[in-house]
């Protein structure tokens, strides 16, 4: 059909306009000199502005309804791009421009206030701003629609198709049985510091990172690997994915979890439908999706004891100055360590999930307007206590940590928790398919698992909502019983070897 071809060729323009910004960004974020800021933030701001121009055109919706119109002379796969092409287009098209305007330009302002006021530890400047910022969302969320709470339209966002009831019935029962771990498990802090405050050559620590990414199954013919202030993965196309991490000189965690973490993202987006790169059926499923993989990568092979087995000698020879610091079992429990920290990004497996409760239940009531900003840091204090044992010592280490709501990402904190939960489901059921992965990772068949995900995830892309791609792949619906088995199946054995 002549408007399928018209459609696609559109989006593909949008696309070509999305991932030059991609590349923009990518820039700014490694190489580019700091002064060059300001006039890279017009060019990435021009970019984006013809794309979402373009997507929101009325010709687009147009093609799109003469599409739906005859959508029974289309083969299936072109059906479901409509299909997700539309209940995009509908989206982007409820939420006036000037909101967009209105919401980029106090976010943009509120990043500096909020840099400045934590790092003078005080609340009271960010209150304004972060009211404004939970006013509009809700607006946006107003436009959006919902059936039964404003979060609902937030969350649709990154998680299509997901509500807060069935966030809530998925996280509720995490909460008590994560504090119980938590206690339970804090024995094994003890060697939380002791490969610590030793000197790890940079040099060495990225040559470590690049060789087991590359093990794992990330291709560094169609990747890169470079260094910035916060890790993350972008792509420009399923042969050009690129990862960054960053260098702690006295910590090897950093550098090698935060790249094994972006590998995880890194193969997904290697492996996503090449003949969609340029229409949207060429997206992951979902964030919750992305982050499956990452942690998936991160958590499940770079901390399983199999894999330490594995690459301890070529980690002794790597770090010469840390190996004498202990022995194979003490860096294992190293990487396992259990200890509650305040800060979100610097959490272990058992208490990570309570972080993000913690935020998930503060902005649920902050959109709906049963919670106000200026009672944020007490509410966020009594959260924290009850649920991970210690207090902040101020909003800099409390409220004030994140950066997500003074950029307007609300909604997004539950993608991380949905990322922890799918990927141990996903475990699950590729274990019965292939047998125990500590078996797989030990006789390094990194290929076969990323075989297996990719039929399971990958090649499908955008195609599925979430739940439904969690039905094909498991056979079942998301549930937070994988999670919790794979925890405390973990720490019991961990805490019972050594
Ligand atoms: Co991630």
Same mark, same amino acid.
């Given at each position: 059909?002549?408007?399928?071809?018209?459609?696609?060729?559109?989006?593909?323009?949008?696309?070509?306009?999305?991932?030059?910004?991609?590349?923009?960004?990518?820039?700014?974020?490694?190489?580019?000199?700091?002064?060059?800021?300001?006039?890279?933030?017009?060019?990435?701001?021009?970019?984006?502005?013809?794309?979402?121009?373009?997507?929101?055109?009325?010709?687009?919706?147009?093609?799109?309804?003469?599409?739906?119109?005859?959508?029974?002379?289309?083969?299936?796969?072109?059906?479901?791009?409509?299909?997700?092409?539309?209940?995009?287009?509908?989206?982007?098209?409820?939420?006036?421009?000037?909101?967009?305007?209105?919401?980029?330009?106090?976010?943009?302002?509120?990043?500096?206030?909020?840099?400045?006021?934590?790092?003078?530890?005080?609340?009271?400047?960010?209150?304004?701003?972060?009211?404004?910022?939970?006013?509009?969302?809700?607006?946006?969320?107003?436009?959006?629609?919902?059936?039964?709470?404003?979060?609902?339209?937030?969350?649709?966002?990154?998680?299509?198709?997901?509500?807060?009831?069935?966030?809530?019935?998925?996280?509720?029962?995490?909460?008590?049985?994560?504090?119980?771990?938590?206690?339970?498990?804090?024995?094994?802090?003890?060697?939380?510091?002791?490969?610590?405050?030793?000197?790890?050559?940079?040099? &060495?620590?990225?040559? #470590?990172? *690049? %060789? @087991?990414?590359?093990?794992?199954?990330?291709?560094?013919?169609? /990747?890169? +690997?470079?260094?910035?202030?916060?890790?993350?993965?972008?792509?420009?196309?399923? &042969?050009?994915?690129? #990862?960054? *991490? %960053? @260098?702690?000189?006295?910590?090897?965690?950093?550098?090698?979890? /935060?790249? +094994?973490?972006?590998?995880?993202?890194?193969?997904?987006?290697?492996?996503?439908? &090449?003949?969609?790169?340029?229409?949207?059926?060429?997206?992951?499923?979902?964030?919750?999706?992305?982050?499956?993989?990452?942690?998936?990568?991160?958590?499940?092979?770079?901390?399983?004891?199999?894999?330490?087995?594995?690459?301890?000698?070529?980690?002794?020879?790597?770090?010469?100055?840390?190996?004498?610091?202990?022995?194979?079992?003490?860096?294992?429990?190293?990487?396992?360590?259990?200890?509650?920290?305040?800060?979100?990004?610097?959490?272990?497996?058992?208490?990570?999930?309570?972080?993000?409760?913690?935020?998930?239940?503060?902005?649920?009531?902050?959109?709906?307007?049963?919670?106000?900003?200026?009672?944020?840091?007490?509410?966020?204090?009594?959260?924290?206590?009850?649920?991970?044992?210690?207090?902040?010592?101020?909003?800099?280490?409390?409220?004030?940590?994140?950066?997500?709501?003074?950029?307007?990402?609300?909604?997004?904190?539950?993608?991380?928790?949905?990322?922890?939960?799918?990927?141990?489901?996903?475990?699950?059921?590729?274990?019965?398919?292939?047998?125990?992965?500590?078996?797989?990772?030990?006789?390094?068949?990194?290929?076969?698992?990323?075989?297996?995900?990719?039929?399971?995830?990958?090649?499908?892309?955008?195609?599925?909502?979430?739940?439904?791609?969690?039905?094909?792949?498991?056979?079942?619906?998301?549930?937070?019983?994988?999670?919790?088995?794979?925890?405390?199946?973990?720490?019991?054995?961990?805490?019972?070897?050594?």
């Amino acid at each position: 059909m002549n408007e399928l071809i018209k459609l696609r060729e559109r989006l593909g323009t949008i696309r070509d306009l999305q991932r030059a910004a991609a590349v923009l960004d990518w820039d700014q974020q490694t190489y580019m000199p700091s002064p060059g800021a300001p006039a890279r933030a017009r060019q990435i701001s021009t970019l984006q502005t013809l794309a979402h121009e373009w997507f929101t055109a009325k010709e687009t919706g147009k093609l799109l309804e003469t599409l739906q119109k005859y959508q029974c002379d289309l083969n299936e796969e072109d059906r479901i791009l409509v299909e997700v092409t539309s209940r995009e287009f509908e989206k982007q098209i409820r939420i006036p421009s000037s909101l967009v305007e209105e919401l980029s330009r106090i976010t943009s302002e509120t990043f500096h206030v909020w840099q400045k006021a934590k790092s003078d530890n005080v609340f009271s400047p960010i209150v304004p701003y972060w009211k404004e910022i939970f006013r509009l969302t809700r607006e946006v969320a107003d436009h959006l629609g919902y059936n039964d709470h404003p979060y609902d339209a937030l969350i649709d966002q990154y998680e299509p198709g997901t509500s807060t009831k069935e966030l809530t019935g998925i996280l509720s029962p995490l909460v008590e049985k994560l504090r119980l771990f938590r206690e339970r498990y804090t024995s094994l802090s003890e060697f939380s510091d002791r490969f610590s405050g030793v000197n790890y050559p940079a040099e &060495a620590q990225l040559q #470590l990172a *690049t %060789r @087991i990414i590359q093990a794992l199954g990330f291709r560094m013919e169609s /990747g890169r +690997i470079d260094l910035s202030a916060h890790p993350f993965t972008t792509s420009f196309d399923p &042969a050009d994915v690129r #990862l960054t *991490t %960053r @260098i702690h000189p006295e910590d090897f965690r950093p550098a090698f979890f /935060g790249a +094994i973490h972006e590998a995880g993202h890194g193969i997904y987006e290697q492996h996503l439908p &090449a003949e969609h790169a340029r229409d949207l059926l060429g997206d992951a499923a979902s964030l919750g999706f992305h982050e499956s993989q990452s942690r998936f990568f991160e958590n499940m092979i770079g901390r399983n004891d199999s894999f330490w087995t594995l690459i301890y000698p070529l980690w002794k020879e790597t770090f010469p100055e840390a190996s004498v610091r202990g022995n194979l079992h003490d860096l294992i429990r190293y990487v396992n360590a259990v200890k509650p920290t305040l800060i979100r990004v610097e959490a272990d497996e058992v208490t990570y999930n309570l972080h993000i409760i913690i935020r998930f239940l503060l902005e649920k009531d902050l959109v709906a307007g049963e919670l106000q900003v200026e009672d944020l840091p007490e509410k966020w204090d009594e959260l924290t206590e009850h649920l991970l044992g210690i207090r902040p010592s101020g909003v800099a280490d409390g409220v004030l940590q994140d950066i997500h709501w003074s950029i307007g990402l609300i909604g997004y904190f539950p993608t991380y928790t949905l990322g922890n939960l799918i990927s141990a489901q996903l475990k699950e059921s590729l274990e019965s398919d292939l047998g125990p992965l500590d078996r797989l990772i030990g006789s390094e068949k990194y290929q076969e698992i990323v075989r297996w995900m990719n039929e399971k995830v990958y090649r499908h892309g955008k195609k599925y909502l979430p739940a439904d791609l969690i039905q094909r792949a498991t056979g079942r619906p998301l549930s937070p019983e994988p999670f919790l088995r794979y925890i405390q199946n973990k720490y019991d054995r961990l805490s019972q070897l050594y």
